[in-house]
Structures are given as C-alpha cells and as structure tokens.
Nanobody, 123 residues
C-alpha cells in the first residue's frame, strides 16, 4: 500500500483547505484510512478516520464540526476537508492505513503512512 498526501498550504485563520490522500497498491475494502497530524514539539495525534468498507467516520473532538473525512472509491482517494481553520491546526498532516473496519487513534496500529503535507494557519 502506498499513500501520497497533498493539498497542504498556508491559509489565514477561518479559512479552508482540502487534503487528499491517493491510495495505491492492495487497498480499499478491509482497510481503515485515517489522518494524523504532528505539530512542532508535539506527538503525532489522530485527527479523523474512515472505514473504507462501511464509510463509517470518526473525528477527534478538537476538529469535530470543522473537519470532515471522506473517500472516493472511484478515485481511490481519501479527503480531509478542513474548515474554520485555527492557528492551533498548524501541523504536518499524514494519512495512514491499517487493516480492519474500525478506526483507532494509536499511531502504532497503522501499517502504512504517507509522506505528510504541511498545513500552516496564520492568525
């Protein structure tokens, strides 16, 4: 499984960005796709996850109502729509994949990682 994240950039507080994670290799059904982020000096944290089989989504409390994870079976891509961005959302965002049908928040549970894309929110 190979993951390619893109879509990061610089945006003002209150703005929006949409991240994409292109998935290739042995993927889709039976996998969970998630987004994590890591700010400077902090541990990598779970942001959102989606079951590829069922479409069930999970969002961290800190982003619920502002971020939305989705997937496109046709494009084999997972998205993270980020609205109402705050300076504290500034981080490198990573997409990750693991086998199974339920998202978990622990980085050790994920077998595959993309290269990360920088999101910077200015105040």
């Amino acid at each position: 499984v190979q993951l390619q994240a893109s879509g990061g950039g610089l945006v003002q507080a209150g703005g929006s960005l949409k991240l994409s994670c292109a998935v290739s290799g042995r993927t889709s059904s039976g996998y969970v796709m998630s987004w994590f982020r890591q700010a400077p000096g902090k541990e990598r944290e779970f942001v959102a996850g989606i079951s590829w089989t069922y479409g069930t989504t999970y969002h961290a409390a800190s982003v619920k109502g502002r971020f939305t994870i989705s997937r496109s079976n046709a494009e084999n891509t997972v998205y993270l729509q980020m609205n109402s961005l705050k300076p504290e959302d500034t981080a490198v965002y990573y997409c990750a994949a693991k086998r199974g049908n339920w998202a978990t928040t622990m980085t050790d549970d994920y077998d595959y990682w993309g290269q990360g894309t920088q999101v910077t929110v200015s105040s």
